[in-house]
């Protein structure tokens, strides 16, 4: 009797541990998910990029720090958004001419996959998606 108490025992353990995984995303899950989101990034921009170096450094570049908590200008090292869409425009051109001038990079990158950027759930700056300041969004 003993022993098949300690084998159903085990049996429920480990089934809950089987629940436990499917429901509760783990870590290696979370990962492949901006892996996946940093793959997609990096295969739009580069469709638009003008040479090699765009395609090959430039774009991982971009995608990479995409996933960052900051604005896109800040997590690329850019001190303004002019700044940042005079490097866009110069690297792809055709992307820049497809960016409404009112919405900002990142948000411009993920809407362009279909997907949200894992920091706009935290960004206290939303409001300015859509509305950037005149000056900046000349760029």
Partial sequence: MKEVFHVKKWVYKQRARKLHYLFKPSKEKAMSELDTLCREIEDYLKKYAIDDEARYVIAPHIAKKSLEMNHLYQDLGFKSRVQMGAYMATHFPRLASLKPKDKLWKKFLYDAIGKVAPACATCH??????????????A
Wanted: with cysteine.
């Fill in 125 to 138: 700056d939303q409001e300015h998606c859509f509305t950037c300041l005149i000056a900046e969004a000349s």
